[in-house]
């Protein structure tokens, strides 16, 4: 598999648990106030960043489709990078995040990336993303937010986007990430045995 399409990825903890249960309440319960508890930990990931990535980037969300948005009635991501700027605002003042959630656009619904395989999910998510603006992206650091990484099909797909459009560098923050079966030392790794993206994590005993 060619090389991820952004610099790194970041997670706060493993999508298991009581992590995987918040997440549940927020995405799919819209129990709104989770987001309240969940965007500090995204802040403690993104975090790790600091000092590495820029000091200037465009924040974006992974967005949903207008459709699965009618439906759920709000993006959890963008939820999420919202209460994680507010939090990274006092711990980290001089960084200048800047929140873009309109920045990326879903072309059409994509199943549900649950139960498909890499391969699946790679192929479910190719082509299902554009940028709205180029010129609001060309030659811009970017951090794309979103709540879990799995096989980083969905981050690849979305920072292959933002990097057609003339993003200067894509990096990756989400709450949680999935473990792989087979994955050395809680690495992630994609369908064909190899590392998908580098992505490391702290918060584990969530």
Same mark, same amino acid.
């Given at each position: 598999?060619?090389?991820?399409?952004?610099?790194?990825?970041? $997670?706060?903890?493993?999508?298991?648990?009581?992590?995987? /249960?918040?997440?549940?309440?927020?995405?799919?319960?819209?129990?709104? &106030?989770?987001?309240?508890?969940?965007? &500090? =930990? !995204?802040?403690?990931?993104?975090?790790? !960043?600091?000092?590495?990535?820029?000091? /200037? =980037?465009?924040?974006?969300?992974?967005?949903?489709?207008?459709?699965?948005?009618?439906?759920?009635?709000?993006?959890? $991501?963008?939820?999420?990078?919202?209460?994680?700027?507010? /939090?990274?605002?006092?711990?980290?003042?001089?960084?200048?995040?800047?929140?873009?959630?309109?920045? +990326?656009?879903?072309?059409?619904? #994509?199943?549900?990336?649950?139960?498909? %395989?890499?391969?699946?999910?790679?192929?479910?998510?190719?082509?299902?993303?554009?940028?709205?603006?180029?010129?609001?992206? %060309?030659?811009?650091?970017? !951090?794309?937010?979103?709540?879990?990484?799995? #096989?980083?099909? #969905?981050?690849?797909?979305?920072?292959?986007? +933002?990097? @057609?459009?003339?993003? $200067?560098? *894509?990096? *990756? $923050?989400?709450?949680?990430?999935?473990? @792989?079966?087979?994955?050395?030392?809680?690495?992630?790794?994609?369908?064909?045995? /190899?590392?998908?993206?580098?992505?490391?994590?702290?918060?584990?005993?969530?």
């Amino acid at each position: 598999m060619a090389p991820p399409p952004f610099v790194r990825a970041v $997670a706060y903890g493993l999508y298991e648990g009581g992590m995987r /249960e918040a997440i549940h309440a927020l995405k799919y319960n819209r129990l709104h &106030p989770a987001a309240r508890i969940l965007g &500090p =930990m !995204l802040a403690q990931a993104i975090a790790k !960043l600091a000092g590495e990535a820029p000091a /200037e =980037m465009l924040v974006v969300p992974v967005p949903l489709h207008r459709s699965k948005y009618a439906q759920r009635g709000f993006n959890q $991501a963008r939820a999420l990078a919202e209460e994680a700027l507010r /939090e990274l605002r006092k711990t980290h003042p001089s960084w200048q995040l800047k929140l873009a959630p309109s920045t +990326l656009l879903r072309l059409r619904p #994509t199943d549900s990336q649950a139960g498909l %395989t890499p391969r699946q999910r790679r192929l479910n998510v190719r082509g299902a993303f554009s940028v709205a603006d180029a010129g609001r992206v %060309t030659a811009k650091h970017v !951090l794309l937010v979103d709540d879990i990484l799995t #096989t980083g099909a #969905t981050a690849r797909a979305a920072a292959q986007a +933002l990097a @057609r459009a003339g993003a $200067a560098s *894509v990096w *990756v $923050a989400t709450l949680a990430r999935a473990q @792989r079966h087979g994955a050395p030392n809680g690495e992630q790794m994609d369908g064909d045995g /190899e590392s998908a993206i580098g992505a490391d994590f702290d918060g584990s005993n969530f």
